[in-house]
């Protein structure tokens, strides 16, 4: 059986034939962020309700990395490599140092405190953008059940002065998001309130050398499913968490085609020695396979 769907012919050149879609480890209960780290040769993903961060390694295979988490969700790296990470228990993004210490780089905005921060990326210039819904607030599940003080926005927050804006604020509920490799675009997903009637798409915004965002509108719709999380392979296409696998979307945004996954997928990022394995975070396992693709993702 074909681990890939292939919908645009030239989705062909991207997949090996042979390439097999990978239970690395299962067991877990919800799974996501997951963040490659090459000098360690290790993936880290969250497993959001058991409040642990785990780590993956091709030679011991599962261990966990940190425990208790917050109730981590979204990780990535910074530009000087450190793991910047998502909590929901302590509604706050923190950077992890080199020495292990652990540094807060957001927790409120006009003095409240943040919902739950879901997902995270560095830009190249050191600001932090990060998605902040609701979800880890609405039951105990994956953080606290506590009451909502902010709009699900996104945010960009630049760690050396704390300066935080609001760089986003029409979405129901930000989720994944990505640069482009020029960083020219910025593509959010938003999935919405759940049990709502609440659109669920990715929207692409130009993103100037400043920052400045201009544009949003549609660029694609996942179906079936939603995409939480999504990374860039090195052509600009996307790879999005859907309820069948990760889709692979153009940069013009259609369809290209999909590796199929047998749980629905959260999140995926890429790592390997090359950037060529895919990583994928969905439901109870984590899943990796091989591509004729080479991921961007910093550093
Ligand atoms: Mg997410």
New binding site residues.
Partial sequence: MSHFEIIDPSFGRFVLGNATVKQLATGFDWV??PVWFGDANCLLFSDIPNNRIMRWTPDVGISTFRAPSNYA??HTRDREGRLISCEHGTRRVTRTEWDGQITVIADSYDGKPLNSP??VVAKSDGSIWF?D?H?GIMTNYEGFQSEQELPCVVYRVDPATGAMDVMIDDMNCP??LAFSPDERLLYV?D?GRMFSDDAQHIRVWDCAEDGALSGGEVFHQIDPGAA??FRVDSDGNLWSSAADGVHCIAPDGHLMGKVLVPELV??VCFGGRAKHELYITATTSLYRVTLVRNGVQYP
């Fill in positions: 996501e962020g969700n979204g879901n997902d998605s819904p979800y989720n994944g997903a999935t939480d999380g959260s999140n």
